[in-house]
Each structure stands twice: as structure tokens, then as C-alpha cells.
């Protein structure tokens, strides 16, 4: 019996494709060789996907300086020096110690993914924050030191670059259209490790209320994502980039098939913005929002209800109310608060949204524009 922890997960596709391949005694030789096609098939794909997105997937490596050395000093709180924790993150306190000015300093690791080919890097915040020094290795072992363009911790979204040309580039798909039961590869270099490739479904999207970052709506995929996995890209079975592979929740230490990925369209718009401005500038719009339990729900698609308008703020000067159900923004249905919240944050400061609103049983669209948060 394999009972192992971290073997437990595998168990499932592991006896799917020992039934696949056994014999079948009422499975004709011809049905048989079917079988044995498909599977190859699908071995083909995945391999033909991994040698497409590889070459502009990196492994990046930093020096990180933590805090000052001293009681009185240290900013870094015990519970964040926890080791479990600091492996999570892709750092390795083995090489722990201080420098000159007796500061505190770690290493860390992680992946990331190029988008332009010249040398435009995405990956986690949290793979690069604090960092003083960040070195790149890219897919045919050139290293390159990169320089922070720009990180927001809300969403754990950072920008980086190398001063490099002609790079491959990992093309961008679109995660608002992701179905639940796609196919879904993590590729990146867990444990300090040689890049690899790991292969799941797409378990869920929109998902928040993680407790991960301040802005989540997270790509939750059964893709094994391990640490130094972070920052490295998800992409479907077309080698496009549908999201940036960030935590994985586990009550063991160890991978247990729920793995997050930050959207790639939410990212792709942090993105431009610390291109743009060097740091992520949100919109306001100013309100308190919660979801309304399934059977409040106005529509099949959600609503997220106003408990809250704060003072001065756009939404007191366009007319919301405390009470009002927001059905829709620019068109398109909102799904809960969270959804909401996220798609008013992306939208740039100062620029005008329309949202139909549910005000006593009457609907009534309402134009903002919006401030900068």
C-alpha cells in the first residue's frame, strides 16, 4: 500500500491509468490499441506544450535582506521566520546570515515567465520583495541580473527585467474564458530544482476569499504546484499563459491537489500598469460591499450589495445607497462582491463606469467616475 503523504494525491490518476492500460477480456485488440493511441496522444500534447512555453519560462534567484540584526531592531515577526512558512515561499534558511551592516539576510527562489522579447519578466511579489539582489537564469542556462520594474503585494503581482533581446516570449491567452475540467500545465522549477512540468484540470475559478492577497479571484488548479513553483506560469493545452502560479493549501506540509493561480488577465493589467507608473494605481469607487446568500440572489449570475458609502467618495457623488443591489458593471454581470471589488480596482482611476443597480424592486443604471484608491 503506498502511504506516503505526498503519493495519497496521486493515487486517483494513478489507478485511472493502470485500469486504461490492463486488459480488458471483452476489449477486441483493435479497441485495445484505441486506447493505448489516446493516451499516447495526450503524452504527445503535453509534450509538444512544454517545449513550446519552456524556453521563456525562468528560474529566478534572490538575496533578500529581512531585517536588522537585534531584539530591538528585528521587524521580522516569529511567525513569518517559521521554516515550513519560509519553504513555502522558496526560501532556504540553510543559507541564512548577515551581511556587512549586520542585517539580516536570506535567499529565495522562484520561477517566472517572459512577455516580451525584451526581457520583460512576470512573476510572484513574494518571490522578489526585499530582494537586493535578483538573478535570472533562463531556459538555455544565460544568467542575467534583473532589475524590480515594479511590485503590488495586494495581488502578489511583480514586473521585473533583464537587459536582454530577441527572448522567447510566452504568448498570453484569456482566463475569463476558462472552463472548469480544462487541462492545465505548471511549469516551473520547484526546489531549486531543473524546470518541470506538471499536468492537472482547471478545479475552479473566481475563487477568494483565500487569505492569500488583499486582491484575489484565483485559478484553482489540481496541477502540482510546489515551492519555488511561484511565479512560474499555468498554461492550457495551447502553451498560452492563462495564469501565474502562486500558493497551494495544504494541511501537511506536502502537495494535496489545490494549487492557485493568479488570472492571467488581472495580471496582465497590474502589468502595464508598473510598466506604466512603476507601481499599481487603483480605482475607488468608495462603498462597503457584501455577497447576498443564493436564495437573495436577484439573477442567476449574483449581485453584491451596497452596506456602505463612505463619505465624499465617488460612489456618494454618483447617488448609491446603502441597501442598492449592483447587478452589473459595463455590461457584463457581477458575480458576488469579490468580483466586484476586483473589477472596480483594475479599472483606471478617473475613468466613468455604468452599473445597474436593484433599488426597491426597480432597476436603475447609475454612471461613476471613479477615483484613484
Not at 515561499?89 to 520561477?111: I, K, L, P, Q
Not at 522579447?117 to 541580473?145: C, K, M, P, S, Y
Request: charged share 20%.
Amino acid at each position: 500500500m503506498i502511504s506516503h503523504p505526498t503519493l495519497r494525491p496521486l493515487l486517483p490518476a494513478l489507478l485511472c491509468l493502470l485500469l486504461a492500460l490492463l486488459p480488458d477480456p471483452g476489449l477486441g485488440a483493435e479497441a485495445a490499441a484505441n486506447r493505448i493511441a489516446t493516451l499516447a496522444a495526450t503524452a504527445e500534447a503535453f509534450n509538444a506544450v512544454a517545449a513550446q512555453a519552456g524556453p521563456a519560462v525562468v528560474y529566478i534567484h534572490v538575496k533578500k535582506v529581512t531585517a536588522a540584526a537585534g531584539r530591538d531592531a528585528a521587524a521580522t515577526d516569529d511567525f513569518l521566520d517559521d521554516p515550513a512558512l519560509r519553504r513555502f515561499f522558496g526560501e532556504s534558511a540553510a543559507a541564512d546570515g548577515r551581511d556587512r551592516d549586520g542585517r539580516n539576510t536570506s535567499y529565495g527562489h522562484g520561477s517566472g515567465f517572459i512577455i516580451d522579447d525584451r526581457g520583460a519578466i512576470l512573476t510572484n511579489a513574494h518571490v522578489i520583495d526585499q530582494a537586493v539582489e535578483i538573478t535570472v537564469r533562463l531556459g538555455d542556462r544565460r544568467e542575467f541580473t534583473a532589475k524590480v520594474v515594479g511590485l503590488d503585494k495586494q495581488s502578489d503581482v511583480a514586473l521585473i527585467r533583464i537587459a536582454a533581446s530577441g527572448l522567447p516570449v510566452l504568448a498570453l491567452g484569456d482566463s475569463a474564458a476558462l472552463k472548469v475540467g480544462e487541462w492545465a500545465l505548471a511549469i516551473g522549477s520547484p526546489f531549486e530544482g531543473v524546470q518541470t512540468v506538471t499536468a492537472g484540470i482547471i478545479s475552479a475559478t473566481g475563487r477568494s476569499s483565500v487569505g492569500i492577497s488583499e486582491y484575489e479571484d484565483f485559478i484553482q488548479t489540481d496541477a502540482a504546484i510546489n515551492p519555488g513553483n511561484s511565479g512560474g506560469p499555468l498554461v492550457d493545452i495551447h502553451g498560452r499563459a492563462i495564469g501565474i502560479n502562486t500558493a497551494y493549501l495544504t494541511q501537511t506540509g506536502g502537495y494535496m491537489g489545490v494549487g492557485f493561480a493568479i488570472p492571467i488577465n488581472m495580471a496582465r493589467t497590474i502589468a502595464q500598469r508598473l510598466e506604466q507608473d512603476g507601481r499599481m494605481t487603483r480605482a475607488w469607487l468608495g462603498v462597503g460591499l457584501q455577497d447576498l446568500p443564493p436564495d437573495r440572489q436577484p439573477t442567476a449570475a449574483g449581485a453584491a450589495l451596497v452596506s456602505r458609502i463612505d463619505a465624499g467618495a465617488p460612489a456618494a457623488r454618483s447617488g448609491l445607497r446603502p441597501g442598492d443591489l449592483i447587478v452589473s458593471i459595463n455590461g457584463s454581470a457581477v458575480t458576488g462582491a469579490a468580483d466586484l471589488r476586483n473589477r472596480i480596482a483594475l479599472s483606471p482611476p478617473g475613468s466613468t463606469v455604468t452599473l445597474v443597480i436593484l433599488r426597491d424592486g426597480r432597476q436603475r443604471s447609475i454612471a461613476v467616475v471613479l477615483g484613484e484608491k
